[in-house]
């Protein structure tokens, strides 16, 4: 390892150390709704607080999308996904027409079958926004905020949110499930923003809130001077503490916004939504609600030309990769237990052989540590790209997050280079690969994780 | 205004300051120069795209096909292109007048003459993109939205800043230093207008890449600089993308609030191409019927500059950039805090899609591709 990789497995250390400051760590606090007796709220990893039925798997809802040629999803108090197998493309996204036979149809699982209702028993009985819709079949599906609910095919666990990725960008992305929650506990003017560092606390406009270090608790110490780069975050007069929110007296009659008891900042330089360029001040923190998990101590992180990637351990940057089908029902498929056809497209022009070239998949070391549930090893079978069994012969110990193989790209030379950043349908949005994004000081992505 | 650009180089009015003036971009296009009829530079018409491709290969006679082998297919072509033949026409621009500079410093057959008359125009970009919808004045979708997102986007934010300037008018030794900058750009009520005087933070670390130094002189109030590659970010979309000319000059007209010209160079085609599919989907190339499988046959077989030493076929060609700048000060506390310039990382040019990129798929030297449409012939390879 030369002395450049060093410095930038320092800087992961940093970077990581420095969001473990006192306000993250603990875990999103929700407010509490009238919920059904079967449904529970499951803090998760990633996404915050999620409702989850009995057994502790999450509940999604699937909102109606305008595509670029028409609407998919749910209307309310309806559900559209069905026990009926989709076979061709619907031409939601041009320019392609619809009507083509979709790949490997033979396994292609039908919308209901990759999304299993949240069916609701005879016995249910509606509560606060809690509904109860009737499917197509005549069975029961429960609703929250009149949008049907469903489970996941793939998540196994309590807390596994495999189904929606919030890292997903969404410009032209499919008409991609979403996790039903409880709100996040913050007072009006507040939001809760999922990074891929974890769940930022932003304003309503979605610009970032800070900390200091200069101040005690309770008070602050930034005069009139500093409050110039420093904007406090005044409350209204009617503003009240909350949960972990409370109020500071900043001068008489005039009430700051604190957190877990630091008074609470906007950066005037940021420049645009969820930014982290503040954090460069010394002394000066965004704040979290909860962290995401460090990722392995294996990779790095280099500057790009507009922020922060992972990377391996070479320097190389991390992608992910994103699959929807243009199928009405607009099914996942950037999973390696479904179709590849669409991946190996892309990366290897119909061959997976060059696909293992092209974007190779990240080897984990045989002292490789999982971290979180977001971060895991996985068997890959090569000559597939499908999972392998253990001790398949030939098969490679990838890193994987969200359940998912994180991969390189053979066209990056030198660390920083996103070369294989969206490359892929609809800038990658759609199927294709997205670099693995840690921080961004140039665009105001929806959601700045790795894409 | 005379007075200001004369007596006014050295008082606290003018932006000349100690010598040094700055500029940020403020618009930016392929140089193209159209005729108002378009048979005249275009005499078959404009070129096909994506939708009209697809419908000519798959026509809708109610056949059941695959996606795979069809939508699929298309992308991948798109994604990994090659100099095979073909399968549809190429229309070039034709014509005999055109914007740019005259690279090489002779006057070829394939060469283009200016608007002015002068002759000895290298833009053989202008041949590929001239009947492309997009790249049109009139209809140019990418043409507009490229130039949108200069002004709009912070990441695209490039400045030059001219020093050793003895006034606006002739200076016989200037340097000019490409930075990229931090901020907005200092607009009218309007929010689209953008004036003159505001200020920028040079990024000395995400845009440490982007810094780079040219050599060049002001004569009749043109700046002129001497050939050095430039590497510039050019984002679309809120894709990280960027842009390399090899032997990129300036020629630009300065005035105390604005600079106005052209770059010209040879822009590296696998860069190029790059940019353009990573930030502009099949769907918005569709709407200007940009067929990119077509036109990087046509990139590649225009190609006139800087031959790979391995095959010996040109890997970048000839273009110039209409290019806009408007006057701005750059804040000394941030030029204080550059990295020294052997620290700065090195910006190379894409290499191209590592794979599957076959090489009997290639051009061997000069030859060319039998199915083109080229009006192309005797093209000039460069040394870097």
Known sequence: MDLRWRRSALRLTVIVSALLAPLAMASEAYRPVPMPPEVRVAATELDGPVFTDSKGHTLYQWPLLQMRNGVTGDHLGTSECNEARTDVSAGLMSPYPGGLRLPDLSEHPSCAKMWPPFIAGAAAKPVGKWTVITRKDGSRQWAYDDLPLYTFYLDKHAGDVLGARSDRPTLDAPAVRRPAGPPPDVPPGFAVKTMSTGRLLVTEQGMSVYYSDGDAHGKSSCDATCAETWIPLLAPNLGRARGEFTLIERSPGVNQWAFRGRPLYRYALDGGSHRLKGSDTSGWHNVYTQLAPRPPAEFTVQDTTAGQVLADSSGKTIYSYFCGDDGVDQLECDHPGETDAYRIAVCGGGDAARCLKTFPYVIASAKAVPSGRSWSVMLIDPASGRPALAGQPGALRVWAYRDRPVYTYAGDHSPGDVNGDSHGEFRAERNGYKAFWLRDDFFSRDQPGPG | ?384
């Not at chain 2, 490409?178 to 953008?194: E, M, N, Q």
């Not at chain 2, 770059?263 to 990573?278: C, K, V």
């Not at chain 2, 499988?293 to 500059?305: H, M, N, V």
């Open chain 2, 1 to 384: 205004m005379l007075a200001l650009l004369s007596a006014g180089a050295h008082s606290e009015e003018s932006p000349l300051r100690g010598g040094t003036i700055a500029y940020a971009v403020t618009n930016l296009r392929w140089a193209t120069y159209l005729k108002p009829e378009m048979r005249v530079d275009c005499p078959q018409g404009v070129n096909d795209g994506p939708r009209e491709q697809f419908k000519s290969l798959y026509p809708d006679d109610g056949t059941v096909r695959e996606l795979a082998d069809t939508q699929l297919q298309r992308e991948v072509d798109s994604w990994y292109p090659t100099t095979a033949p073909d399968r549809f026409p190429f229309r070039e621009a034709g014509g005999v007048v055109a914007i740019g500079m005259n690279l090489d410093g002779k006057v070829g057959p394939n060469d283009f003459t200016s608007p002015e008359g002068v002759p000895g125009v290298d833009n053989q970009l202008y041949r590929a993109l001239g009947c492309i919808n997009s790249y049109r004045d009139a209809h140019g979708t990418n043409d507009e939205l490229n130039s949108y997102e200069v002004v709009k986007e912070s990441y695209n934010r490039w400045l030059i800043e001219i020093t050793g300037v003895e006034n606006l008018t002739n200076s016989p030794h200037v340097e000019v230093n490409v930075y990229r900058g931090l901020d907005p750009l200092h607009t009218d009520a309007t929010g689209k207008g953008i004036l003159p005087g505001g200020t920028q933070r040079i990024d000395s670390r995400w845009g440490a890449r982007f810094i780079q130094h040219y050599r060049g002189r002001i004569v009749d109030g043109v700046l002129e600089t001497e050939p050095a590659d430039l590497a510039f970010p050019w984002s679309v979309f809120e894709v990280v993308a960027d842009e390399y000319i090899h032997g990129a000059r300036f020629r630009l007209k300065l005035t105390p609030t604005a600079a106005e010209g052209l770059i010209g160079g040879y822009a590296d085609i696998e860069t190029w191409y790059l940019q353009l599919m990573r930030s502009q989907s099949t769907h918005d190339q569709s709407y200007g019927q940009l067929s990119s499988i077509s036109l990087y046959k046509a990139l590649r077989r225009l190609a006139d500059g800087y031959p790979d030493p391995r095959t010996g076929a040109n890997t970048a060609i000839s273009s110039a950039l209409r290019a806009q700048f408007t006057q701005v000060y750059i804040l000394p506390a941030s030029k204080a805090a550059l990295p020294a310039t052997a620290s700065l990382p090195h910006y190379s040019p894409y290499a191209g899609p590592p794979f599957p990129r076959s090489a009997s798929d290639e051009l061997q030297g000069h030859e060319k591709d039998p199915a083109s449409s080229s009006s192309g012939n005797g093209q000039v390879a460069l040394k870097p």
